[in-house]
C-alpha cells in the first residue's frame, strides 16, 4: 500500500526565511506527486505537481519542488517566506490505473506551517 | 466558473442514523472522488466515481457507499452512523480521474 511521509508536522518561521517541507513516500510503481495547500477557511487548492518530464517543478506563490526518484522524495521549498503562506500543507501521491483515470490520492498527515511577521 | 460544490456544509446526527452527502463538481468534470478528513487520521481516500461508475475504492467498510448521477453530481451515503464517523467529508472532481482534483469546501459531519 502507498503511504506518504511529511517529516515537519509544526513549522514556524519569521518573514523571509527559506522554506522547505520534506515528503516521503512509499510505492513501487510509477506516480503523481502533488503539494495542496489549504489556508484558513478555505478549501485544498494545488500548489503544484508533478507527473513526468523536469524533476524541478514551479508552482504558485514562488514555491518549487523537486521530484528525487533515487530517495521517493518531493520536498516543498520556497526561498523567502511571507506571513500570507500561513497555512496547513499536503504532500499527496496517486499512481495512474491502466485502465483508465488514477488511484485516489494517498496523503501525508500535513504540515501546519506559521510565519511570523 | 464555479468550483466544487458540497452540500451541506455541516451535519448533526446521532449515532445508527444514516446520512446523505452531495457533491456537485465542476461544469464538465466527470470524475468525482470522496475524502474523510479527521484529526487522527488525516484525508484518507473512500471511493471514486467515473460515469456513473464506482471506478476506484479506499479501504472503508460497506457502511459508506455512493453514487453518481448522469449528470456528474454525486452523493455520499453513510448508514449506521458511529462516534467515529465525526469528520470533515471532502469530495473532489477532474475532467477524466488522472489530472489533479479540485476540492470543495466539505461537509462537516458531528455524530452524538
Known amino acids: 500500500a502507498q503511504s506518504v511521509s511529511q517529516h515537519n508536522h509544526h513549522v514556524i518561521l519569521s518573514e523571509a526565511a527559506s522554506l522547505e517541507l520534506g515528503c516521503n513516500y512509499s510505492?513501487?510503481?510509477?506516480?503523481?506527486l502533488f503539494w495542496y495547500v489549504q489556508y484558513p477557511g478555505q478549501h485544498l487548492q494545488l500548489l503544484l505537481k508533478?507527473?513526468?518530464?523536469?524533476?524541478l517543478v514551479k508552482g504558485i506563490k514562488g514555491f518549487e519542488a523537486e521530484f528525487i526518484k533515487s530517495k521517493f522524495s518531493f520536498n516543498l521549498r520556497k526561498p523567502s517566506v511571507q506571513w500570507s503562506d500561513t497555512a496547513e500543507y499536503f504532500c499527496?501521491?496517486?499512481?495512474?490505473?491502466?485502465?483508465?483515470?488514477?488511484?485516489?490520492?494517498?496523503f501525508g498527515k500535513g504540515t501546519h506551517l506559521i510565519i511570523q511577521p | 466558473k464555479a468550483g466544487v460544490t458540497q452540500t451541506p456544509r455541516y451535519l448533526i446526527k446521532t449515532r445508527g442514523q444514516q446520512v446523505t452527502l452531495s457533491c456537485s463538481p465542476i461544469s464538465g468534470h466527470r470524475s468525482v472522488s470522496w475524502y474523510q478528513q479527521t484529526p487522527g487520521q488525516g484525508l484518507q481516500f473512500l471511493f471514486e466515481y467515473f460515469s456513473e461508475t464506482q471506478r476506484n475504492k479506499g479501504n472503508f467498510p460497506g457502511r459508506f457507499s455512493g453514487r453518481q448521477f448522469s449528470n456528474s453530481r454525486s452523493e455520499m451515503n453513510v448508514s449506521t452512523l458511529e462516534l467515529g464517523d465525526s469528520a470533515l467529508y471532502l469530495c473532489?472532481?477532474?475532467?477524466?480521474?488522472?489530472?489533479?482534483?479540485?476540492f470543495g469546501d466539505g461537509t462537516r459531519l458531528s455524530i452524538l
Open positions: 510505492y513501487g510503481g510509477t506516480v503523481n
Open positions: 508533478y507527473f513526468s518530464g523536469d524533476p
Open positions: 499527496a501521491v496517486n499512481a495512474r490505473r491502466s485502465g483508465g483515470g488514477a488511484d485516489g490520492l494517498t
Open positions: 473532489a472532481s477532474s475532467l477524466l480521474g488522472d489530472e489533479p482534483q479540485h
